[in-house]
């Protein structure tokens, strides 16, 4: 038996369901599947423990899919982005630096969030929306596109017909795949430990990146837990060294922590459990096949640094969603579809390419070449036309929404 649909969304991540509850609030009927039911409890077997900056340009697309109403109250705001270089023959800072949003805006930089919550909230608002669907534990397994529409079997035999299917089925896309899409991959030997923190000195909302080799760690608040100051941590090394620490008991870890951390905010004591994740770069040769759009981790993969990653997927769904919007009748076509892999692919490139150099220069470990980042970064922010502008290419503010 065969289904019809204007919109198939592969893939139940965050931007998946971020892309149901968008194309959903604006009317086109949408179907979404994920092979995986989504945990959405922090203590829950497979919970999903990184967390999500929302940059501001992202907060538009998140309230017209409904869902910023129920993320705000959660969120904790990012008004500060302080980077140490602890590259010193010791661990301690060397050079430290604010770049405050409000220098280019009257709003924090972002607002962030629990991976597991997004999930959580996300699927209460699909729940409102009568003419979307969420398919869990279903997978897409087989595509045939055609001119008119995209023919895809679903892992329970089911048959969609849709107009446009969305691939934002992850870094490893079988949708992308079956259109013969390629990626360029590039891998550092790094893995990331996340996790969350409490510690005695509040962190006043700002979000720290402490540089000193194999990787930043970053400290990105989170609300208080249970009274006390929260942070979420993404600690990236070498892959072996990121599996030692993750091994490690709990007192010798927070015991390295502390180390790594400067000790900037007091004590740090582990308040979630520890997951590690590879760090790779990737971007797909195309972000559209006929009938499909390539979205999210389908189309682009990036180190956790400077926020950007689900950024530059809700900048993915916003030019989308603008443009189905524009022509509902020609969703999924061929002019459509080539015109947001115009409208996306060079800006993907671009912040593809400037974090995998970030990630590189993070990376460093020679003293003297440490020394010449450290010397960089004194550089940087110390010509404020520049620095300005370079936090408004962060963020991707344009016209009337920047400051100064």
Same mark, same amino acid.
């Given at each position: 038996? /065969? $289904?019809?649909?204007?919109? !198939?969304?592969?893939g139940?991540? =965050?931007a998946? @369901?971020?892309a149901? +509850?968008?194309f959903?609030?604006?009317?086109?009927?949408?179907?979404?599947?994920?092979?995986?039911?989504?945990?959405t409890?922090?203590?829950?077997a497979?919970?999903?423990?990184?967390?999500?900056?929302?940059?501001?340009?992202?907060?538009?697309v998140l309230?017209?899919a409904?869902?910023?109403?129920?993320?705000?109250?959660?969120?904790?705001?990012?008004?500060i982005?302080?980077?140490?270089?602890?590259?010193?023959?010791i661990?301690?800072?060397r050079?430290?630096?604010?770049f405050?949003?409000s220098?280019?805006?009257?709003?924090p930089f972002?607002w962030?969030?629990?991976?597991w919550?997004?999930? /959580? $909230?996300m699927?209460a608002? !699909?729940?409102?929306?009568?003419n =979307?669907?969420? @398919?869990?534990?279903? +997978?897409?397994?087989?595509?045939?596109?055609?001119?008119?529409?995209?023919?895809?079997t679903l892992?329970?035999?089911?048959?969609?017909?849709?107009?446009l299917?969305i691939?934002?089925?992850?870094?490893g896309s079988?949708?992308?795949?079956?259109?013969?899409i390629?990626?360029?991959?590039?891998?550092?030997?790094?893995?990331?430990?996340?996790?969350?923190?409490?510690?005695?000195?509040p962190?006043a909302n700002?979000s720290?990146e402490?540089h000193?080799?194999?990787?930043p760690?970053?400290?990105?608040?989170l609300p208080?837990?249970?009274?006390?100051?929260?942070?979420?941590?993404?600690?990236?090394e070498t892959?072996?060294e990121?599996?030692?620490?993750?091994?490690?008991v709990?007192?010798d870890?927070?015991?390295? +922590?502390?180390?790594?951390?400067?000790?900037?905010?007091?004590?740090l004591?582990?308040?979630?459990?520890?997951?590690?994740?590879?760090i790779?770069?990737?971007?797909a040769?195309r972000?559209?096949g006929?009938r499909t759009a390539?979205?999210?981790?389908?189309a682009?993969?990036?180190?956790?640094?400077?926020?950007?990653?689900?950024?530059?997927?809700?900048?993915?769904?916003?030019c989308?969603l603008?443009?189905?919007?524009a022509?509902p009748?020609?969703?999924?076509?061929a002019?459509?579809?080539?015109s947001?892999?115009?409208?996306?692919?060079?800006d993907?490139?671009a912040?593809?390419?400037?974090?995998?150099?970030?990630?590189?220069?993070?990376?460093?470990?020679?003293?003297?070449?440490?020394?010449l980042?450290?010397?960089?970064?004194?550089a940087?922010?110390?010509?404020a036309p520049?620095?300005?502008?370079?936090?408004?290419?962060?963020?991707?503010?344009?016209?009337?929404?920047?400051k100064?």
């Amino acid at each position: 038996m /065969r $289904e019809t649909t204007d919109i !198939l969304i592969s893939g139940g991540g =965050v931007a998946g @369901l971020t892309a149901a +509850a968008a194309f959903g609030a604006a009317g086109f009927k949408v179907i979404c599947a994920d092979p995986t039911p989504p945990v959405t409890s922090a203590e829950a077997a497979g919970a999903d423990l990184r967390t999500t900056a929302f940059l501001q340009p992202s907060i538009g697309v998140l309230q017209a899919a409904g869902l910023w109403a129920r993320l705000e109250p959660y969120a904790a705001p990012l008004q500060i982005m302080r980077i140490i270089d602890a590259g010193g023959p010791i661990a301690e800072p060397r050079v430290v630096k604010d770049f405050d949003a409000s220098e280019i805006s009257d709003q924090p930089f972002g607002w962030n969030l629990p991976n597991w919550l997004l999930r /959580r $909230e996300m699927l209460a608002r !699909l729940d409102e929306l009568p003419n =979307v669907s969420f @398919l869990s534990g279903v +997978a897409t397994k087989s595509l045939l596109t055609r001119d008119a529409e995209a023919l895809v079997t679903l892992s329970d035999g089911r048959k969609i017909a849709a107009r446009l299917l969305i691939a934002a089925d992850g870094r490893g896309s079988t949708m992308r795949d079956a259109l013969g899409i390629g990626v360029k991959t590039m891998r550092y030997g790094q893995k990331a430990v996340v996790f969350a923190v409490t510690h005695p000195i509040p962190h006043a909302n700002v979000s720290t990146e402490i540089h000193r080799s194999g990787g930043p760690f970053t400290l990105v608040p989170l609300p208080d837990r249970d009274g006390s100051p929260c942070s979420a941590v993404v600690w990236m090394e070498t892959g072996p060294e990121a599996q030692r620490l993750a091994a490690l008991v709990a007192a010798d870890f927070e015991a390295e +922590a502390n180390l790594r951390s400067c000790h900037i905010l007091g004590p740090l004591q582990l308040a979630s459990p520890r997951s590690v994740w590879p760090i790779i770069t990737q971007i797909a040769d195309r972000m559209a096949g006929e009938r499909t759009a390539l979205l999210a981790e389908a189309a682009h993969v990036v180190p956790p640094i400077g926020a950007q990653g689900l950024n530059m997927s809700l900048a993915d769904l916003a030019c989308l969603l603008e443009l189905a919007e524009a022509d509902p009748a020609r969703l999924g076509d061929a002019k459509m579809l080539d015109s947001y892999h115009r409208r996306r692919h060079l800006d993907v490139q671009a912040r593809v390419s400037g974090i995998d150099a970030l990630n590189r220069a993070s990376m460093l470990e020679g003293q003297g070449l440490r020394d010449l980042r450290a010397g960089a970064l004194n550089a940087l922010y110390s010509l404020a036309p520049l620095r300005k502008t370079l936090m408004k290419a962060g963020l991707g503010l344009r016209g009337a929404e920047q400051k100064g």
